[in-house]
């Protein structure tokens, strides 16, 4: 994302992203490739550096969700991807943040940690507790993780 404020100064969130209803949307990816999970690293902020969340970002104003996901993997990863089904959840980030969750296949290119992140890892569906996932992505990652196999 831009020059993200991850909340600013004074630990408001960040106004200009809100929906009207007083909270930012976040929309990130369960990226899935040949029965993998992409799991990306966090460079930033010093709060959430080295834990592992699925990719994703701020919906913009005006800005479709679907559409945000594509341009923040695109921004982030450096891929074409599409969106599949959302899933089921809504799942609270810090106050006034709500994170939604997409499957989502590659279309073109292969993921890189051009942006937010310092590293990449796909998972099987065994290797998924072997990365320190954000407290707040573990229920999607538990969603993702009954589309790969062996669920
Ligand atoms: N965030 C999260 N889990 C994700 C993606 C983002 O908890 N899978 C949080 C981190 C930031 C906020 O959402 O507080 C905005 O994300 P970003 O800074 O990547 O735009």
Known sequence: NAPGPYGNASGQRDAGSERGNGT????????????????????APA?????????GGKVEP????????????????GVEAEPGERLPGAWPL???YVL?????????????????????????RAELDSVDWLDQDRPAVAEAALRLPGA
């Open 24 to 43: 930012v949307l976040v929309v990130a990816a369960a990226l899935l490739d040949r029965g993998r999970l992409l799991a990306a690293r966090r460079s």
């Open 47 to 55: 709060d959430l550096a080295g834990r592992w969340e699925l990719p």
């Open 62 to 77: 005006g800005e479709r969700p679907e559409d945000a996901l594509v341009r923040e993997l695109r921004e982030e990863l």
């Open 94 to 96: 810090k106050p006034g």
């Open 100 to 124: 939604w969750v997409w499957t989502a296949r590659l279309l073109s290119g292969e993921p890189r940690p051009l942006e937010d992140h310092d590293a990449l890892r796909w998972l099987a």
